[in-house]
């Protein structure tokens, strides 16, 4: 059996602390979950963000801590060193930035300026021992590997030219590649095929997010990445073929996740999911097994790790937002002028229900709780709805059509609901859309012909 240990976003600085004991927690958790399993190779593979600000000093930190697990889960799973080895592609904290990089600076650039600029921004990545390409595998880095007869093959992607020196996620939707690399990207789909990959498809413009899409299915088994620190992982099918996505999360941070994959003697592939919780890591299955558990749970078709992050909101351990969230009493006027009291979420929802009314305008002052009131919504309405929840923010870059695909793909779990089923819905779709009032006039009347073609419902 060969097994695959996928890490990210690791972010290695002068702060990180306690090394060893990340070492012992990661390998005690592989090494026992496995034990009694025959593992004849183990590939590490690190999808970017080894650094935290692209500097020489944290490359060989990382370096060193990799190492050192490596040796020491390859010791005590009984694997010869030379069936073990390390290879990565970088992510947008391995660049190292020596003036501020914006999103204006980058959309002025030629191709050839961003690829300039980003080879040389990566130069302490290049040097670095973790590194396996050179400037040759500039775009694109093919490894293989043979177990059993079995050709298993990886390929690197940089996905790191759209990155700009901003911790939010506005580079969303100017990632970029030439073409003839995704023609690079092309391998024999009788072969075990691993795609790696610091940001997501949906980081790219929309033409190349649509070549990934197309490519992915009919040529891989499972594609690796990182960036979003969260528990994201979806498939894409394509007829008979299914890639499995698996996202890594921060793995030196309190909420550390890593993936892990295995093939046998007969090809067939295992995926896991190792969550740190309470100073420990636990593992369970993940990809299809994991579906077929959950196949009869509605709930679901929305995204665990997003539904988490609005429950947040609650600053309460354990409590859900709506189990303690108060609904404010609002006045609601009709088209007549005459005002009555909305004072629950019953209320509220007979205007949801009532079909002469198809647009709901919810006012008031700024800091007034309206954006606390739309996740109070959604939580309320994908009972029994099919609600999405969105902002001016979505809508930085690329169609209003892929805006969507990209709000479709994290709020609801991919592997039950993609962007194309969501809109086969008969009924019941709603939006809700908070800080509308701050979209352009030109752009929120492109938006609003949208939602209007496509909602049943509009919540602004």
């Known amino acids: 059996m060969e097994l695959i240990i996928h890490l990210s976003d690791i972010h290695f600085s002068n702060k990180t602390k306690n090394v060893e004991k990340e070492i012992n927690l990661i390998s005690n958790c592989i090494c026992s979950y496995f034990s009694g399993k025959s593992i004849d190779g183990i590939i590490i593979v690190i999808s970017g963000d080894m650094a935290n600000w692209g500097l020489p000093e944290e490359f060989t930190k990382c370096n060193s801590f990799i190492h050192e697990l490596r040796c020491k889960i390859s010791k005590k799973m009984n694997v010869e060193p030379?069936?073990?080895?390390?290879?990565?592609?970088?992510?947008?904290?391995?660049?190292?930035?020596?003036?501020?990089?914006?999103?204006?600076?980058?959309?002025?650039?030629?191709?050839?300026?961003?690829?300039?600029?980003?080879?040389?921004?990566?130069?302490?990545?290049?040097?670095?021992?973790?590194?396996?390409?050179?400037?040759?595998?500039?775009?694109?880095?093919?490894?293989?590997?043979?177990?059993?007869d079995i050709r298993i093959n990886f390929?690197?992607?940089?996905?790191?030219?759209?990155?700009?020196?901003?911790?939010?996620?506005?580079?969303?939707?100017?990632?970029?590649?030439?073409?003839?690399?995704?023609?690079?990207?092309?391998?024999?789909?009788?072969?075990?095929?691993?795609?790696?990959?610091?940001?997501?498809?949906?980081?790219?413009?929309?033409?190349?997010?649509?070549?990934?899409?197309?490519?992915?299915?009919?040529?891989?088994?499972?594609?690796?990445?990182?960036?979003?620190?969260?528990?994201?992982?979806?498939?894409?099918?394509?007829?008979?073929?299914?890639?499995?996505?698996?996202?890594?999360?921060?793995?030196?941070?309190?909420?550390?996740?890593?993936?892990?994959?295995?093939?046998?003697?007969?090809?067939?592939?295992?995926?896991?999911?190792?969550?740190?919780?309470?100073?420990?890591?636990?593992?369970?299955?993940s990809g299809p097994e994991y579906r077929v558990m959950k196949n009869n749970?509605?709930?679901?078709?929305?995204?665990?790790?997003?539904?988490?992050?609005?429950?947040?909101?609650?600053?309460?351990?354990?409590?859900?937002?709506n189990d303690i969230y108060v609904f404010p009493t609002m006045t609601f006027a009709d088209e007549f002028h005459q005002d009555s009291k909305i004072e629950k979420f019953d209320d509220f929802e007979k205007l949801v229900l009532n079909d002469d009314i198809n647009t709901i305008v919810i006012d008031g002052d700024d800091l007034s709780?309206?954006?606390?009131?739309?996740?109070?919504?959604?939580?309320?309405?994908?009972?029994?709805?099919?609600?999405?929840?969105?902002?001016?923010?979505?809508?930085?870059?690329?169609?209003?059509?892929?805006?969507?695909?990209?709000?479709v793909s994290r709020e609801y779990n991919n592997s039950k609901v993609n962007h194309n089923t969501y809109f086969q819905f008969e009924d019941n779709k709603i939006v809700i859309f908070d800080d509308f009032d701050k979209l352009d006039v030109e752009k929120s009347n492109k938006i609003k012909k949208f939602l209007y073609d496509k909602f049943d419902k509009v919540i602004i």
């Open 82 to 148: 030379k069936k073990t080895c390390i290879i990565s592609c970088p992510g947008n904290h391995d660049i190292y930035y020596e003036k501020e990089f914006t999103r204006e600076s980058y959309v002025k650039m030629s191709f050839e300026e961003k690829c300039d600029f980003y080879k040389k921004s990566l130069k302490n990545y290049y040097n670095s021992p973790l590194n396996p390409v050179d400037y040759s595998d500039w775009f694109i880095c093919k490894r293989k590997f043979k177990y059993n």
């Open 155 to 285: 390929s690197f992607v940089n996905t790191t030219i759209g990155s700009i020196l901003d911790d939010s996620d506005i580079d969303k939707g100017i990632h970029s590649l030439p073409k003839d690399a995704f023609e690079e990207l092309k391998t024999d789909p009788n072969d075990i095929n691993v795609m790696v990959m610091h940001h997501s498809k949906e980081y790219f413009y929309d033409e190349e997010w649509e070549l990934f899409e197309d490519i992915m299915p009919q040529y891989y088994n499972v594609v690796l990445f990182g960036h979003e620190h969260k528990n994201r992982d979806n498939h894409i099918e394509n007829g008979k073929r299914v890639v499995e996505q698996l996202c890594g999360g921060e793995l030196l941070g309190e909420k550390s996740i890593f993936n892990l994959v295995t093939i046998d003697e007969n090809k067939k592939l295992s995926f896991y999911k190792a969550i740190r919780q309470n100073d420990i890591y636990e593992i369970s299955v």
């Open 369 to 407: 709780g309206k954006s606390l009131l739309s996740k109070s919504l959604f939580m309320s309405l994908m009972e029994d709805y099919h609600p999405l929840l969105v902002t001016p923010y979505d809508f930085q870059s690329g169609s209003i059509e892929n805006c969507f695909k990209r709000i």
């Open 297 to 321: 749970n509605m709930q679901e078709i929305y995204d665990n790790d997003y539904i988490d992050e609005l429950n947040e909101y609650s600053l309460v351990d354990d409590a859900k937002l």
